[in-house]
């Protein structure tokens, strides 16, 4: 178990090369530099990185799970993100505020309510691909930003009408820039006018705290609201343990955060299994099969299997807030302490022929929560996996019920880091033929 500790600091060692080679490799190509380091010095070094400085790089799932369950007085998330998402959101708390929290949150999300939502998945798949072109390539990720975009809009916030459209919108461009900004120096954080960028995150900000509240009042007024659904009603419903509500500013910020952490990542991901299959013209083939007989467990593998070789967040980083003890080793505080998923999942000591994209390596169980960690662990650990995987589950099938997609020979797309996700560099380009309609299609078959 990590511990504050008074012990001598002892750090795994790691490659002893200048800094500036370090950063130029981390950032030029860091999927592969980690991969060369960690040939040498296995699951477990440290390195000096651009950003985060002196950084522990683990991937061995011993040590990963003791830092997931690590309380957050010893080690901290290393991001800024809060700064934009407010000072309540799941982003920004801690201790116990944030465990608070966390219990009004994974109710929403837990994995039998998520049936109630299948039902938008499948209309904003109809929505959206009602005029794909057919023969011509084209890139899927925006398609299934939109997607996802609406999904949550629908399903999250309770938006329709003109919010719904005032929020696909806004979002789109506002989260993006937010995320790049609060990378930046604070500095530059500065509201200079409406074209500065800080000052276009700020004016967005004000613009959708009053949809927001107007979304609030409108559900308070809801003769059905007993009856909704949506996650901005159930949170508004929920009570802490000493009978108080979350207060309306917290819920303007929880959203947001939700549809900052479940937009980009779900349809990065789906644009990703396009990207695979096309290349796989048997799993494809199998896949529609299925669908077509109105099974799940194949399409299932192949989620989990796409975010094994594909994760789109590649890591989750922490800093040590005292000297502690993670396993044999003693990190100082200040240290940062980065946990490879992508190095985790391409480990040939958990997975055979790790390289392969072989869904049929889970099929019949469960993914190892040790080794399969694309949506992290413990006690941050993503509120809306459930979530995201019904919608995967049913925006694929759907898919695959409307369109033959064209395989191909080409060379896989590389990966591209895009802030919050890693996307596939040319989008998940797809060709696709309309389907005639098969009879008994799986449209109606349940994915829970
Ligand atoms: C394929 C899609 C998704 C992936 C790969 C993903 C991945 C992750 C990961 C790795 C974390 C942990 C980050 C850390 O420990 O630093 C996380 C946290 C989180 N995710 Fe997701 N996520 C996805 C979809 C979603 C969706 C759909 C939602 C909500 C609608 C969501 C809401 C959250 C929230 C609120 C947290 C913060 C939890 C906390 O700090 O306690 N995510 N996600």
Redo the contacts with the bound molecule.
């Keep these: 178990m990590t511990a504050e500790t008074t012990d001598p600091v002892r750090l795994p060692d790691g490659p002893h090369i200048p800094k500036g080679v370090a950063a130029l490799g981390f950032f030029a190509a860091r999927r592969r530099a980690l991969a060369v380091v960690s040939a040498r010095y296995g699951d477990c070094f440290t390195i000096e990185l651009p950003v985060f400085g002196n950084t522990t790089i683990i991937s061995d799932p011993t040590l990963v799970r003791e830092l997931f369950a690590a309380p957050g007085d010893l080690v901290a998330?290393a991001s800024n993100l809060g700064t934009v998402l407010g000072p309540g959101s799941?982003?920004s708390l801690e201790g116990d505020e944030?465990r608070a929290r966390?219990k009004l949150?994974v109710p929403p999300?837990h994995g039998k309510r998520m049936a109630a939502y299948e039902e938008i998945v499948a209309e904003e798949v109809d929505r959206e691909t009602a005029n794909w072109p057919q023969g011509r390539e084209f890139s899927t990720v925006e398609p299934m930003r939109r997607i996802t975009l609406d999904i949550?809009l629908r399903a999250?916030f309770g938006a329709q009408g003109e919010a719904l459209a005032e929020l696909r919108r806004m979002l789109p461009p506002m989260v993006p820039l937010a995320s790049l900004m609060v990378v930046l120096p604070p500095a530059l954080r500065r509201d200079l006018g409406p074209w500065s960028p800080w000052g276009k995150v700020m004016r967005s900000r004000a613009r959708y705290n009053e949809i927001i509240a107007s979304l609030i009042a409108q559900a308070r007024s809801d003769p059905r609201f007993a009856d909704r659904s949506d996650v901005l009603a159930l949170l508004m419903s929920a009570r802490y343990e000493d009978g108080s509500a979350i207060t309306d500013d917290h819920i303007g910020d929880e959203l947001l955060?939700?549809l900052a952490?479940?937009h980009e990542?779900?349809a990065t991901?789906l644009a990703w299994a396009i990207e695979r299959l096309r290349r796989h013209p048997a799993l494809l083939h199998r896949l529609a099969e299925e669908v077509d007989s109105g099974g799940t467990a194949f399409t299932q593998a192949t989620i989990w299997e796409v975010?094994r070789t594909r994760?789109?967040?590649e890591a989750?980083f922490r800093v040590a807030r005292k000297r502690i003890s993670l396993g044999q080793w003693v990190i100082p505080e200040g240290n940062a302490i980065m946990t490879s998923?992508a190095l985790m999942h391409s480990s040939p000591r958990h997975y055979a022929e790790p390289q392969l994209f072989n869904p049929d390596r889970f099929l019949g169980g469960n993914p190892d929560s040790m080794t399969w960690i694309?949506?992290?662990g413990g006690?941050?650990?993503?509120?809306?996996?459930a979530?995201?995987n019904m919608?995967?589950m049913v925006v694929l099938r759907e898919l695959l019920s409307r369109f033959e997609f064209a395989t191909t020979n080409g060379p896989a797309e590389r990966r591209r880091s895009r802030g919050i996700a890693t996307t596939p560099a040319a989008g998940g380009r797809a060709v696709v033929f309309r389907r005639t309609p098969t009879p008994g299609s799986a449209r109606t078959a349940a994915v829970g």
Aim: glycine share 8%; aromatic share 12%; with cysteine.
């Design positions: 998330r799941t982003f944030h966390r949150l999300f949550i999250v955060t939700l952490a479940g990542t779900t991901t975010q994760p789109v967040v989750m998923i694309p949506f992290g006690i941050r650990r993503c509120i809306g996996a979530f995201a919608e995967m």
